[in-house]
């Protein structure tokens, strides 16, 4: 039940990412127990003071290098801390790294190294220890057919540029 419930709350429309005024009712039945999951991705409901986290909540927008008038914004939010047992972050739980999330439906992680900070990923308190949600509806196009990865192309490498400058801050 908890590992359906984790992959549900954090890859699919349940972790929705984007604030919602009506939000629906959803109950998860497997083998005969019943939970109503909450709406919303959890980890960006943490609002208050924490020690040792750095709250991240930041849009950003780039335009094209290719001489043509596209431009790519996104909004990044979420947190890094020291602390990642507080916040319950785990691999296991979906929850850490650099999400991608699509018209609020959080769908997959992006290799921080290649998309962020490289010093992140490798530095403390690191990629486990941190739950980054990039919001961009653009790339919706540019994710292959399993949406579980991008595809090389002009918008990809503009959302690699945007995120780099998120990283420096």
């Keep these: 039940m908890e590992e359906i419930e984790n992959y549900l709350v954090h890859r699919t429309f349940i972790g929705f990412t984007i604030e919602r005024e009506t939000k629906p009712r959803i109950l998860l039945t497997v083998m005969g127990q019943e939970k109503e999951l909450p709406f919303g991705f959890p980890e960006l409901k943490y609002k208050g ?32 801390t020291w602390d990642a047992e507080k916040f319950g972050l785990s691999e296991h739980s979906y929850n850490t790294g650099l999400i991608l999330s699509v018209k609020g439906i959080p769908y997959f992680s992006l290799g921080m190294e290649e998309f962020g900070s490289q010093s992140l990923r490798t530095a403390n308190p690191g990629e486990k220890k941190c739950c980054l949600v990039v919001q961009c509806d653009q790339i919706q ?17 503009m959302l690699k540029t945007l995120l780099r400058r998120f990283s420096r801050g």
Excluded at 58 to 71: A, F, I, L
Excluded at 142 to 153: K, P, T
């Design 49 to 80: 003071p924490a020690e040792a986290t750095v709250w991240v909540d930041q849009r950003e927008q780039v335009k094209s290098s290719s001489g043509t008038n596209r431009s790519l914004i996104a909004h990044m939010k979420g947190f890094y």
């Design 141 to 157: 196009e540019e994710m292959n057919i399993a949406r579980s990865g991008l595809v090389d192309s002009e918008l990809t490498d």
